[in-house]
């Protein structure tokens, strides 16, 4: 008994599971309309936009020297409004407009990495500052000279853009199957299996001895940046996909939302600490919280309370459990 | 002239190595007392107990004649002990004034504090040394280091202090700087403070010492006054009858080098730096921590790039900009600072020891793996004896012996031809020491052209082939292991020039 205490206060992971359980359990059976398949394959399809810009922070935290994204949300909206902009208004082919739009975002994670890594500015004046440039970019591009200077949202889509946003395969969301399952695989595989974990977590507890190792820090730190921009890029065009419309305003303030829950999924803030399983079921809590608030009639403006509340409560939870145990 | 502080019988251990046994000292007010000896010999430990930052675990402090117990450097300072150190403690952001009165303000009536007075008053104390005090209004950390110094030294007066400790004041001063220094020290000793002068330059010593004591292993090896020592005595002193047994060696040294540093110089750091490395022999490296050693091999590896002169490695000239570019032409270097430089400590073993040889273990698209990992790993826990749970444990949670050796099996996975090792023991207990040396000794047998920086003479001289001895940036010293003596390296580690073998 006293072994497993122990395991669930030192593992997150399994700490989490556990929240995550309880809260299944009692959104269950409090929640009339909770537990419908319906329901359950539904609401996963909520999770994958923030999950995306969650698993983003999750990496550019991980990679340590004070490593953080603020400009995620912002690089989600000019992906959003390049794609719209590309299909609605220029009358482009969707699959080559997605093409570019997620290049887009890769070239602006690039160049917080540059920013970041190359002329060693800190991540969080890099990226406060890219937060301001993007979303400007994104309202300059909104803007349609045919309807005088203000930015504009783009709304006329032909139908086959919303499958990946509204399409089910098996009743399970496309964007869930098709998309946000095997990018959390892949970065499994990259973080747990391949080299790149390897340098990532040795860059992340200590640059140092990294640099020492002969660890291209610099390089590590490019990738992880260029790779939030392709997460907040995808995100960017699911979210333009399943609402139907791209609009300048659609990502604000996903970016604290992101880290928080990547906190909440124990990475360490520091840099080095946290896996992909703990930031998804992270993921998983704040989803599951938000729909069960919402069938159970809470009206949204709870929403990012209650996410707030979570995070220090678990994180109090979890240190009360640690200092009970020294005794 | 009567006795100010004297210390009797005092002794201190860290675990089970005695740093002090049963050490007499006195100082006597308005002299300058050196203290001198090798690293390890006690100096610095002494030094802590006077000035409150240890408690010794034997022995008696009289200042004044009375008996004390100094149980915090402020109280040290209050009674009139003050300590300047190597490099100042100070508060970068606060002004000169703000820095000598912080904590001990003068306050007006209402409690608000005087500035006037402060700045009147550091005025005084800097204008009765005969300093210049143009700058007490800038912040301290826009100051050199020698006119921090100063500002130290002031502040010790305003605590009207009867016993100044100079830690190696001069280790990082210009020679203008040293010189003001000195002057500022004569007049503190016709004022009638006592001095004690921490400092590895003899020869300053007898410029401005009137007396010197010499420590070695923990104990007082010889009080004099200065006029009936000389230098050779003291250098005898601090080498004592070191008998070092050389260690055995089985392999022959090649005659072709590994690697030729010619001519290498870098401002500030070191310069016109020669030396070669040849296969299966260790080359040692003494010097004092500031004298460029650890520099020239970063150089070598690529953290540091020179200004001038050449790195030739197998017969080619070599740039390597990156330890990367290093590791890749077989050079490993493990670095002096093992939990910053060398190790991941919250991660694993296994993570610390693959970390440097990654590339030789990965499947298709770059997998690590794992099994290969394991039992690289495994192999290099049994050969090198590290005693660790499995591979999983993090590294932190070891004993320093054996994180030392995770540092040395990272770097020996790497399979090098040139191993460089910085301060391969430090902090690492006897056994642990003892096996890292035979190991040493073996990879050396088989052929790799080994780098061994040290600062414990005993190590350089039971370990080296040849020893090379640096002092302020310069090759002072090349010696043959069958020639050099604990006294010849002293010296030349001291600054005398003394190359008796050029190759």
Not at chain 1, 6 to 13: D, G, L, P, S
Request: proline fraction near 3%; glycine fraction near 10%.
């Amino acid at each position: 008994m006293k072994s497993v205490f122990n395991q669930i206060v030192e593992n997150r992971m399994l700490f989490l599971l556990i929240l995550f359980l309880i809260l299944f359990v009692i959104f269950s059976v409090g929640v009339r309309g909770f537990f419908t398949f319906y329901n359950l394959t539904n609401m996963t399809q909520y999770g994958v936009e923030l999950g995306l810009l969650a698993l983003a922070e999750m990496l550019v935290i991980l990679s340590g020297g004070g490593g953080i994204d603020l400009s995620v949300g912002s690089m989600l909206t000019l992906v959003a409004m390049v794609i719209g902009v590309l299909i609605g208004r220029a009358g482009l082919n969707p699959s080559l407009s997605i093409i570019i739009g997620i290049l887009a975002g890769l070239g602006m994670g690039c160049v917080n990495g540059i920013l970041v890594s190359y002329l060693r500015i800190l991540p969080l004046i890099v990226t406060l500052a890219s937060l301001y440039i993007y979303k400007s970019l994104a309202l300059i591009v909104a803007v349609d000279p045919r309807f005088g200077p203000n930015p504009m949202p783009v709304s006329n889509f032909p139908e086959n853009f919303y499958f990946v946003g509204q399409f089910r395969v098996g009743g399970i969301p496309f964007q869930v199957l098709f998309i946000f399952l095997p990018v959390i695989l892949i970065l499994y595989f990259l973080l747990e299996k391949h080299a790149f974990g390897r340098y990532l977590y040795g860059v992340g507890s200590n640059e140092k001895a990294a640099l020492f190792s002969g660890i291209s820090v610099t390089r590590v730190r490019l990738v992880v940046y260029t790779l939030a921009g392709l997460l907040s890029a995808l995100s960017g065009w699911i979210i333009t996909s399943r609402i139907a419309s791209a609009r300048p305003d659609i990502g604000l303030g996903y970016e604290m939302q992101a880290i928080t829950i990547a906190v909440l999924g124990g990475v360490n803030i520091k840099g080095g600490e946290g896996t992909i399983g703990g930031v998804v079921l992270g993921v998983a809590i704040i989803t599951l919280l938000y729909n069960g608030m919402q069938l159970a009639g809470i009206h949204q403006i709870w929403q990012l309370g209650s996410l707030g509340l979570v995070l220090v409560g678990s994180v109090f939870l979890n240190q009360l459990l640690l200092a009970r145990r020294k005794f | 002239m009567e006795t100010v502080l004297e210390v009797r019988g005092v002794s201190k251990s860290f675990g089970g190595v005695q740093a002090l046994k049963g050490v007499n000292f006195a100082l006597r007010s308005g002299e300058v007392h050196a203290l001198v000896g090798e690293n390890g010999a006690g100096k610095s430990t002494l030094i802590k107990i006077i000035s409150g930052a240890l408690l010794p675990d034997r022995g008696e402090i009289f200042y004044l004649d009375q008996p004390v117990t100094i149980d915090s450097p402020r109280k040290a300072q209050e009674m009139g002990i003050s300590t300047v150190y190597q490099e100042p403690l100070v508060y970068n952001e606060l002004s000169a004034v703000e820095n000598i009165f912080l904590g001990r303000e003068i306050r007006k009536p209402w409690g608000s504090i005087d500035w006037k007075a402060q700045e009147e008053k550091t005025k005084a104390l800097f204008a009765s040394l005969g300093l210049p005090y143009h700058f007490l209004r800038e912040p301290m950390g826009e100051l050199s280091v020698g006119l921090q110094q100063l500002v130290l030294i002031a502040k010790a007066l305003a605590y009207e202090s009867k016993v100044i400790i100079f830690d190696e004041p001069t280790a990082i001063l210009t020679e203008h700087e040293t010189e003001r220094l000195f002057d500022i020290i004569t007049k503190l000793r016709m004022r009638g403070v006592g001095i004690i002068y921490i400092s590895h330059r003899l020869e300053e010593i007898f410029r401005i010492a009137d007396r010197v004591t010499v420590m070695r292993d923990g104990e007082v090896r010889g009080v004099f006054s200065i006029g009936e020592v000389n230098r050779d005595r003291i250098v005898e002193l601090m080498a004592g009858r070191l008998l070092v047994e050389a260690i055995e060696r089985k392999g022959k040294k090649s005659d072709a080098p590994l690697l030729v540093v010619e001519n290498l110089s870098k401002r500030g750091r070191f310069s016109d730096v020669s030396f070669q490395v040849f296969p299966g022999e260790i080359l040692g490296f003494f010097g004092l921590v500031g004298s460029g050693r650890t520099d020239i091999v970063q150089t070598i590896f690529g953290l540091m790039r020179q200004d001038s002169g050449n790195i030739i490695y197998q017969g080619k000239t070599v740039h390597f900009s990156s330890p990367e570019e290093a590791m890749q032409s077989d050079i490993a270097y493990l670095p002096e600072d093992r939990k910053v430089q060398g190790l991941f400590p919250i991660l694993g073993v296994g993570y610390n020891i693959s970390i440097t040889f990654l590339k030789e273990i990965l499947g298709s698209f770059g997998v690590v793996r794992e099994k290969k990992e394991r039992n690289r790993g495994e192999e290099y826990v049994r050969r090198l004896n590290i005693k660790t749970p499995n591979l999983k444990t993090k590294v932190y949670s070891l004993s320093g012996g054996n994180q030392q050796k995770v540092v040395i099996a990272k770097w020996l996975g790497t399979t090098p031809r040139v191993l460089i090792l910085d301060e391969p023991t430090r902090g690492v207990d006897v056994a642990s020491k003892s096996e890292i040396h035979n190991l040493i000794a073996h990879l050396a047998d088989e052929g790799l052209g080994i780098v061994m920086i040290s600062s414990e003479l005993p190590e350089i001289l039971k370990m080296s082939d040849r020893i090379v001895v640096m002092h302020e940036g310069k090759i002072t010293g090349v010696f043959d292991r069958a020639e050099a003596t604990a006294e010849d390296v002293i010296r030349a580690a001291t600054g005398e020039r003394l190359i008796s073998v050029e190759r």
